[in-house]
């Protein structure tokens, strides 16, 4: 068998993957980048970006119905055509993942770019294609697909997931969503809004992986007042004719498909990890250093979704650009990781940042907050519901995280995960300019409300500013 060498292999042509081959290419060494799935990144194809293009056509069309309240008439009476809705969605994902593969792979020779599935023979040997590749350092970031039980597979193409969602031709008459953790909230409102008959189901009893006690339940009944939420107990599946009845506990109905969205599992199958020569775990990964994507003292790297922990486009990004940084240099380094952030897109956006509420020290830590009926823009704007909760450390009045459903939410979490990034206090933050009627004046009054609960107080400015004194 034909071997041949490399500086790095990269195993994975995704955000991560490529994110790590650029800055292999940045540091002159030579490498080969490995793909056996599908090309792009999973947020061009079957992620972020398709599903936001859903999540703005069934805003766009739910919001006529705020229209009788201006004066205007017939609002009710558009009607929406779900092939041609389906088309559109699709017509700009084919954008986003054209985009990917032109600044990408496309252009790259096949002896650069393998479309081939690689497996370890040793911890630097891949074999690939029908050739061997030694390569000084490995980076694998193959990342995951969704997770669908192997009794609900028999259902076949009646269970969807993200990876058939945006394939369909047409609309579904009704839909279970099952999982209700990040995307089963979008899409199960986007459908809804869209005229499918959904209903929600998670044997978790929080929705959008909300872990304060007071947002999780603002967030249930806010949700829940579009579609039917059923918590607590796992969904069992059974076929009824051509439909399939879907049932927790004491809730049942019948459907024309399910939209499973359970969670995700890495791509390790084809891997042959085993040859690596270290421990794996229950699903068939080593264990790494997050700070540096290293696999204990082994010159390979994991990257992205692959990791089951961090699976947002920004995180694997940052892993991909760690692990293409160590597998280019003799010695590895490793990087402070970026405050958190996740931003759930159902509306109200479902938000949280930094430090999370199950994390806190309850004993040492203040809560601000605002619930978002008497903001003036939010109401201006007919989305005058939800909260805001902003923790900050009692003593020090440092920002520590915060979690939130709210209008705008993704402008507002980013506002915070920067300040929390640059270790601002309460105080300083009161001393921003806050401009009226903006969304985030309901920001301010939280931190006002988190101003009275610690210690640390500013000093001077006390006339010019007397509620910051």
């Known amino acids: 068998m034909e071997e041949r060498s490399v500086d790095v292999a990269v195993i994975g042509s995704g955000t991560a993957g490529l994110n790590a081959l650029g800055q292999i290419r940045r540091a002159g060494k ?149 999982g209700l953790g990040t995307i089963g909230p979008e899409l199960g409102q986007s459908l809804h809004r869209l005229g499918v008959e959904v209903t929600g189901f998670d044997q978790l009893t929080t929705i959008a992986g909300t872990q304060d006690p007071e947002v999780t339940t603002c967030a249930i009944d806010l949700m829940g007042k579009e579609f039917p939420i059923h918590l607590g107990q796992a969904a069992q599946i059974a076929e009824e004719g051509d439909k399939l009845r879907v049932t927790a506990d004491e809730n049942s109905v019948l459907v024309e498909r399910v939209l499973c969205s359970i969670g995700r599992v890495p791509n390790v199958e084809r891997l042959g990890l085993e040859n690596l020569g270290v421990e794996l775990d229950a699903r068939g990964l080593p264990a790494y250093d997050p700070d540096s994507m290293q696999v204990g003292d082994l010159p390979v790297f994991l990257a992205g979704d692959i990791t089951g922990e961090r699976l947002i486009l920004h995180e694997a990004a940052d892993e991909g650009k760690i692990a293409g940084y160590n597998a280019a240099r003799d010695q590895v380094t490793a990087f402070r990781r970026k ?58 009045g440092v920002i520590l995280g915060a979690e939130m459903i709210a209008p705008k939410g993704e402008n507002l979490a980013h506002l915070l995960c920067w300040c929390i990034e640059q270790g601002l206090t309460v105080g300083r933050l009161l001393r921003m300019p806050f401009y009226h009627p903006v969304i985030e004046e309901a920001l301010q009054a939280a931190l006002y409300d988190l101003y009275d609960k610690v210690e640390a107080k500013n000093e001077g400015l006390t006339e010019l500013f007397p509620d910051t004194h």
């Open 30 to 178: 030579s490498f080969v980048l490995i793909n056996g799935g599908e090309p792009g990144t999973t947020c061009a194809r079957v992620g972020c970006m398709p599903s936001k293009a859903m999540i703005q056509v069934a805003e766009d069309y739910h919001r006529r119905l705020r229209l009788g309240k201006y004066g205007v008439a017939g609002y009710r009476e558009p009607t929406l055509d779900g092939r041609q809705a389906m088309e559109h969605i699709q017509d700009l994902r084919d954008t986003f993942v054209e985009r990917v593969l032109g600044k990408s792979t496309d252009k790259m020779p096949p002896d650069r770019f393998i479309r081939d599935y690689a497996r370890f023979v040793e911890p630097t040997l891949l074999e690939v294609g029908g050739q061997r590749i030694r390569a000084r350092s490995v980076v694998v970031a193959t990342g995951s697909r969704p997770l669908v039980p192997p009794a609900w597979q028999a259902f076949g193409e009646r269970i969807l997931t993200t990876d058939e969602l945006f394939e369909l031709e047409d609309l579904p008459t009704s839909v279970a969503v099952i």
């Open 339 to 396: 405050v958190p952030l996740s931003i759930n897109f159902c509306d109200p956006n479902i938000c949280a940042v930094g430090r999370r509420w199950n994390d806190l020290d309850q004993a040492t830590t203040a809560v601000g907050q605002i619930r978002f009926a008497p903001v003036g823009r939010a109401l201006i704007m007919g989305s005058n519901r939800g909260m805001l909760r902003v923790y900050a450390d009692q003593r020090s």
